[in-house]
């Protein structure tokens, strides 16, 4: 078994991860859940119904831009999203902005603090990523 699989099927890692982004200058909170939508981890700890919203939420979108890269057609642009990979989705509100990571078989959702930029936060989320995945 992948580590990556391990990630989605196990909580102990899944929860290292999740320590491990949300250590990061510019994180908030972290959330890690299964591609099939299960809560995995959630740093720091939030009650189970806003937990379980955000997960529906993060599976929603992220299996919603994976459609894009699949089949989607965005006017002209299916030859370039055909062959490509979901990597990253930012979510921006007036909140903050959030991030989407797919990495292996898990989804990382990332709330980053209100004026924290994307540009500054991703390296370093990145790197920790790229370490446990």
Excluded at 18 to 44: K, N, Q, Y
Excluded at 58 to 84: H, N, P
Excluded at 94 to 105: E, F, I, M, V
Aim: charged share 20%; net charge neutral; aromatic share 4%.
């Amino acid at each position: 078994m992948t580590q990556a699989q391990t990630l989605a099927t196990d909580g102990v890692p899944g929860r290292r991860l999740a320590a491990a982004i949300a250590a990061v200058a510019s994180v908030e909170r972290t959330l890690v859940a299964t591609l099939e939508g299960e809560l995995v981890a959630c740093e720091p700890a939030t009650p189970g119904s806003e937990a379980g919203r955000e997960v529906a939420l993060t599976t929603f979108v992220a299996k919603r831009a994976e459609a894009l890269a699949t089949d989607g057609d965005l006017r002209g642009m299916g030859r370039v999203l055909a062959s490509s990979r979901l990597e990253r989705v930012v979510i921006s509100t007036n909140a903050g902005d959030t991030l989407l990571y797919t990495p292996g078989s898990c989804y990382v959702l990332i709330a980053l603090r209100r004026g924290s930029p994307v540009t500054v936060a991703a390296p370093a989320i990145e790197q920790v990523l790229r370490r446990y995945v």
